[in-house]
């Protein structure tokens, strides 16, 4: 659990870990250097199993889930937010999955984002490996609960942990699992599981201006160079975030270039698509957005855009 200015959640995210169905287990918190008192709340929770660190500094929470990787000692890993929590059966019902099917590196499990106490919508992924493919070949990233996915060690010894090109700008968890996907089998378990809260200080709703608004679109044009038999880009060019943040539109030092004008049209064109990707709006806005339809154009948005990345990336990568 990375934790950064969760003092009004923590106890409840913590408490739900605690308190699930199968007690075996160790939970890992850093609080990333906050500013409210996030660590005193950690503080006040007593339990054998919590083992709570503190970074000197902020890392931002890229940083710190990798540093979070480095110190599990369990074969079988997850993620908890900070602001989250989940379901008492979560953690049984995934670990008895994959204790079942051997061939499954990874699961994930439906979720509910909490927008008020009054306003929820569920979310639902494809379940079965294949499903998960053929949603992917149409363009469809969102194909888990980022923060639902259990897995095994030895996927994170092949995969390794977040990549620092996504620091700060999101789709990190987006691109793991499009990497784990190269390497083996994953499901999502058909239960609502765990339990998103959608408010204004919450990750996703930070990432949605600059490079950051094409995040996920580079993840996906990554995976695309994968799938062609290339090693991407952002293995082979170690200063692939620092490349293309200067060619983002608003940077007064960039030169027009015609990376700069690919960008500024993939950048206009994910802001037409962020009314209908706001999911703090309504809830019949979000069961539109859950539905398969609205999730096929999104899908095929993401992919036009995704292609033009994957031809800019080709002439960077040697």
């Known amino acids: 659990m990375a934790a950064y200015n969760a003092e009004h959640y923590i106890q409840t995210a913590i408490n739900s870990i605690l308190s699930q169905t199968y007690s075996n287990l160790e939970l890992i918190i850093i609080d990333d250097a906050s500013t ?57 019902t995934q670990l008895q999955h994959l204790q079942k099917n051997e061939d499954i590196l990874f699961c994930g499990t439906f979720c509910a984002k909490v927008f008020n106490p009054k306003l929820e919508a569920e979310y639902t992924y494809p379940v079965t490996d ?9 363009g469809r ?17 092949q995969v390794g942990g ?16 499009l990497r784990a996907l190269d390497v083996g089998k994953a499901c999502n378990i058909p239960a609502t599981l765990y339990y998103y809260r959608q408010h204004q200080g919450s990750i996703s709703k930070s990432h949605n201006s600059g490079l950051s608004a094409i995040s996920t679109d580079i993840a996906y044009a990554l995976y695309l160079q994968r799938q062609d038999g290339l090693r991407d880009a952002g293995e082979v060019i170690d200063n ?39 999911l703090s709006l309504t809830k019949t806005l979000a069961a539109l957005i859950a539905s398969a339809p609205a999730r096929n154009i999104i899908a095929h948005q993401r992919k036009r855009r995704s292609l033009k990345i994957k031809s800019f990336l080709n002439e960077l990568t040697p």
Not at 43 to 67: A, H, M
Not at 130 to 138: E, G, N, P, S, T
Not at 162 to 177: K, S
């Open 130 to 138: 294949k499903d998960i493919r053929r949603q992917l070949a149409r």
């Open 240 to 278: 692939l975030n620092q490349m293309l943040t200067p060619i983002t539109p608003g940077n007064s030092k960039s030169k027009p270039s015609l990376a700069a004008q690919l960008l500024a049209i993939l950048l206009k064109d994910r802001k037409r698509d962020r009314y209908a990707l706001s």
């Open 162 to 177: 977040y990549r620092e090109l996504f620091d700060r700008i999101g789709a990190e968890d987006i691109d793991w699992y």
């Open 36 to 92: 409210d008192s996030t660590w005193e709340k950690i503080q006040e929770l007593s339990d054998q199993r919590i083992k709570c660190y503190q970074n000197p500094g902020n890392l931002g929470y890229l940083k710190t889930c990798n540093k979070l990787f480095s110190s599990a000692q369990g074969q079988f890993i997850t993620f908890q937010d900070a602001d989250d929590w989940s379901a008492p059966l979560r953690l049984e």
């Open 141 to 157: 990233t969102s194909l888990f609960c980022g923060a639902s996915i259990m897995f095994r060690r030895k996927l994170l010894e």
